[in-house]
């Protein structure tokens, strides 16, 4: 499964939109795109997946370029709650999920 | 959504002892799952996955003597850790699938069990 890359961490405003990075250069055509968060001392939340379009649901908006390079996952109205590590992870059907060091995200008031 | 529960959520053992680890999914059946381990400040790492009714296949580097695996059913896998030492102490973390995963690959997670070996 192809390797991505995130910034180790970042800050947001609270009540801002939260735009978060993930550059995956060697995905294939077969591969998806997962975002992931872990709240402190807790399993790992789903947050959205997407194959070449754009997804958007009740927590958050993936947005894929067209070459699918590179994705972002945006939270349109960040909160104290969602300050958490968010973890991209491409991966093809039916294969294992296996983490990178993720982005460490700190929303502030 | 789908829920995974595991038990118990914390655990503290003496050195030398075994610990099995709970891991159910309440609302699905899961074909597969998985064993993950996180220790601090650190991201998860796949430990091992299990089918239902076979053998565990283990990631390289995770002994599967030490870390014995059961899939048993639909609903249920157990991890125990046997003679564990404090280099054992660390946050487990299962998920469970409920598809072979054709279309695609959501895994629902458990809350995570933290382990301390003193």
């Known amino acids: 499964d192809a390797k991505t890359t995130q910034p180790p961490s970042m800050d947001c405003a609270e009540g801002r939109a939260a735009n978060l990075p993930c550059n995956h250069s060697t995905i294939s055509g077969n591969e998806y795109v997962y975002w992931y968060r872990q709240i402190h001392s807790q399993g790992p939340q789903y947050i959205i997946h997407?194959?070449?379009n754009n997804e958007t649901n009740e927590m958050a908006s993936l947005i894929i370029t067209e070459d699918r390079k590179s994705s972002t996952l945006i939270l349109p109205h960040a909160t104290l709650r969602d300050t958490a590590v968010y973890y991209c992870?491409?991966?093809?059907?039916?294969?294992?999920?296996?983490f990178g060091g993720g982005t460490r995200v700190l929303v502030k008031p | 959504g789908a829920v995974v529960s595991q038990h118990p959520s914390w655990v503290i053992c003496k050195s030398g002892t075994s610990v099995k680890i709970e891991c159910r999914s309440l609302d699905f059946q899961a074909t597969t799952m998985f064993w993950y381990r996180q220790f601090p400040k650190q991201s998860l790492m796949l430990m091992a996955t299990?089918?239902?009714?076979?053998?565990?296949?283990?990631e390289q580097g995770v002994e599967k003597d030490k870390f014995l695996i059961n899939h048993a059913s639909l609903t249920l896998s157990t991890l125990t850790v046997t003679s564990a030492h404090p280099e054992d102490s660390s946050f487990y973390i299962c998920?469970?699938?409920?598809?072979?995963?054709?279309?695609?690959?959501?895994?629902?997670f458990g809350p995570g069990t933290r382990l301390t070996v003193l």
């Open positions: 997407g194959l070449k």
């Open positions: 992870i491409v991966v093809a059907a039916g294969n294992k999920l296996t």
């Open positions: 299990s089918n239902e009714g076979s053998k565990a296949t283990y």
């Open positions: 998920s469970a699938r409920d598809r072979p995963g054709l279309v695609y690959n959501e895994q629902f």
